[in-house]
T-cell receptor
């Protein structure tokens, strides 16, 4: 089943924060996060494995609540380069690489 | 390292034609996958492979075949193209060891079926 992402779109001013959520109705082994700019390939940001560990990557971090089957991506002090569409990909079976993606959240950061 | 390469970048096919999309990686990654991306639909998994000689179906496998005879190459074959297969196709390779994971996508192939 496709995970549900929210919000569908968000517009920020440079320096503001944003949170993007990803929810699944299935038990998950891992959640992957990606950013895609228009006309380009997706870029892998981070993976969160079962265990609820929060990960960070510069000013972008994420958490995974395996009891609720939810993950959140936190973008802090957003920069213009953060603009793009963010996707979560969920994996139900560990080591399978069988990912199901959400429809994406379009993030626009304005000066 | 070239990373993940895909050819061709663009392709136009007529309904009923067949073709092979090529994908190669030079990072010795075990896992390789094919996705299609349609507007507003996100990425959908077509087929994937967890190693040479092993492939499995993803979410939308109908109309596509794959094989993985080497670690490096993972071609996707369209058997008889249909307009519904008009899409952008991405190949990806990935590596998982303990808690270390990396994944890279190729630049994509834009396919139009008329």
């Amino acid at each position: 089943q496709q995970p549900v992402q929210s919000p569908q779109a968000v517009i920020l001013r440079e320096g503001e924060d944003a949170v993007i959520n990803c929810s699944s109705s299935k038990a998950l082994y891992s959640v992957h996060w990606y950013r895609q700019k228009h006309g380009e390939a997706p870029v892998f940001l981070m993976i969160l494995l079962k265990g609820g560990e929060q990960k960070g990557h510069d000013k972008i971090s994420a958490s995974f609540n395996e009891k609720k089957q939810q993950s959140s991506l936190y973008l802090t002090a957003s920069q213009l380069s953060y603009s793009g569409t963010y996707f979560c990909g969920t994996e139900a079976q560990g080591g399978s690489e069988k990912l199901v993606f959400g429809k994406g959240t379009k993030l626009t950061v304005n000066p | 390292n070239a990373g993940v390469t895909q050819t061709p970048k663009f392709q136009v096919l007529k309904t009923g034609q067949s073709m092979t999309l090529q994908c190669a990686q030079d990072m010795n990654h075990e896992y390789m996958s094919w996705y299609r991306q349609d507007p507003g639909m996100g990425l959908r998994l077509i087929h994937y492979s967890v190693g040479a000689g092993i492939t499995d179906q993803g979410e939308v496998p109908n109309g596509y075949n794959v094989s993985r005879s080497t670690t490096e190459d993972f071609p996707l074959r369209l058997l008889s193209a249909a307009p519904s297969q008009t899409s952008v196709y991405f190949c990806a390779s990935s590596y998982l060891l303990a808690v270390t994971y990396e994944q890279y996508f190729g630049p994509g192939t834009r396919l139009t079926v008329t």
